[in-house]
Structures are given as structure tokens and as C-alpha cells.
């Protein structure tokens, strides 16, 4: 199945080793809908939300392939209308406390890029003309969000095959065994010492080519 053009109302922009995708499309979100008792939401939260819109816009939008890894894609800004907020809750039985995002300026509001991504795909389509119905749970009440993950999966970091601790030495390692024995003569026997052969590290790293078919398989609805 040959994948459709790049959509009009998407412009894919290169920077550094990653893809910047510009939206336009026709918003439902507005200012009225914040609320002045939260905090804005720091640059680098902002950052993890857009790139993972990014990567489901990649995988689910029919973006034209430049970078093979999805998660080298984040959209430029949130569509106009919506802003990231921050609320800082205790945990429970502790001390400490943690921060929970939610984007503002729809309908209703969204609390993660997953939740927000297949309204995101319904304000594409209809850019285009579509004027099938938002599939996101909080406008279609008979998915649950689990369904939903189904529909639009968000792949798993790609990991450096070599690990965030270098590449391992494939040299023979020895066995420590135990404490040698000192002779007369002053000489010392290590009776059990063992060698192991070389150690090949796993590489766990996503391969993109297992959800080809599938985004061909899911363009624009």
C-alpha cells in the first residue's frame, strides 16, 4: 500500500539530528479555557510533550520518512488555543511531592501526549476536509484509553546499542577463587580459579520496521 503525500497543513523543517514538524490547522482550543491558579509548565516538561506528539505524528500522520528513529520528531508548538500547565501534588504517606501536567485550552483537559494525540489527529484530518468524529476518550465515551493506545502505539525509546555505560570488554574475565595456598617455599596455588568465555551485550533497541505496515496500514482516517 503506497503511503499518501505529507498533509498541506504539516511542513517538516530539519534540525540538527531531528525534524521539526509546523502544524496548521484550525484550533478548538482558547485562552478562556486556563486557569490562573496553576503554573505554567517548565521549557523541558513542554519538550517531552512535543516530541512525544511528535513521534505519534510521525508513526500515524503519514509523515515522510527522513529519520528512521520516530523519536527524532517533535511538533514546533501546541495547537493555538492550548498551554501546558503544572500541579504539584504530595505523595501519599511521603514527604516528597511530584508535579503532574495537564494541556488546558480545549474542551476538556488532557493529561498526557497519548491522551491528547488522537484529538490532535482529529484537528489534522478535519483541516483536510474529514469530518469523521474525535476518537479521543473524552469525546467518544465508549473507547477507553487503553483501546485508544491500541489504535495509536507510542514505540519504546531507542537505545544505544552499547548501553549508557559503554561498550563491554570482550576480553576473558577470571573468575576470582578462593585464597591461594602458601607453600614452604613461599609459593601461592590458586587451585579453583576459572575463565569464562566472552560476554556478548543485548541489544534491546526498537526496530522501526516492525510499524511500517502499520502506519501505512492507518493514514488519516
Keep these: 500500500m503506497e503511503s499518501p503525500p505529507l498533509p498541506m497543513n504539516i511542513t517538516l523543517?530539519?534540525?540538527?539530528?531531528?525534524?521539526?514538524?509546523?502544524?496548521?490547522c484550525q484550533s478548538d482550543g482558547t485562552k478562556t479555557r486556563w486557569v490562573n491558579n496553576?503554573?505554567?509548565?517548565?521549557?523541558?516538561?513542554?519538550?517531552?510533550?512535543?516530541?512525544?506528539?511528535?513521534?505519534?505524528?510521525?508513526?500515524?500522520?503519514?509523515?515522510?520518512?527522513?529519520?528512521?528513529?520516530?523519536?527524532?520528531?517533535?511538533?514546533?508548538?501546541?495547537?493555538?488555543?492550548?498551554?501546558?500547565f503544572s500541579v504539584e501534588r504530595k505523595i501519599q504517606g511521603s514527604d516528597l511531592s511530584r508535579k503532574d501536567h495537564y494541556l488546558y485550552g480545549g474542551k476538556h483537559n488532557?493529561?498526557?501526549p497519548q491522551e491528547f494525540y488522537p484529538h490532535l489527529h482529529w484537528l489534522l484530518e478535519n483541516a483536510q476536509g474529514t469530518k469523521k468524529p474525535c476518537i479521543c476518550q473524552y469525546?467518544?465515551?465508549?473507547?477507553s484509553q487503553e483501546e485508544i493506545n491500541e489504535i495509536f502505539p507510542l514505540p519504546p525509546h531507542k537505545k544505544s546499542s552499547q548501553g549508557s555505560r559503554g561498550p563491554r570488554?570482550?576480553?576473558?574475565?577470571?573468575?576470582?577463587?578462593?585464597?591461594?595456598?602458601?607453600?614452604?617455599?613461599?609459593?601461592?596455588?590458586?587451585?579453583?580459579?576459572?575463565?569464562?568465555?566472552p560476554v556478548t551485550a543485548l541489544r534491546n533497541g526498537w526496530r522501526e520496521d516492525k510499524f511500517v505496515g502499520y502506519r501505512t496500514s492507518h493514514p488519516f482516517r
Design 169 to 197: 570488554n570482550n576480553k576473558t574475565k577470571k573468575k576470582q577463587g578462593p585464597r591461594g595456598v602458601t607453600t614452604r617455599r613461599g609459593m601461592i596455588f590458586n587451585r579453583n580459579s576459572i575463565t569464562t568465555g
Design 13 to 24: 523543517n530539519q534540525e540538527g539530528n531531528g525534524a521539526i514538524l509546523h502544524i496548521n
Design 110 to 112: 488532557y493529561r498526557s
Design 38 to 84: 496553576r503554573e505554567e509548565a517548565s521549557t523541558q516538561a513542554e519538550k517531552v510533550w512535543l516530541g512525544k506528539l511528535g513521534c505519534l505524528l510521525k508513526l500515524h500522520g503519514n509523515i515522510e520518512y527522513i529519520f528512521i528513529d520516530a523519536w527524532a520528531y517533535r511538533i514546533s508548538s501546541f495547537p493555538k488555543g492550548y498551554k501546558l
Design 139 to 143: 469525546c467518544d465515551h465508549d473507547r
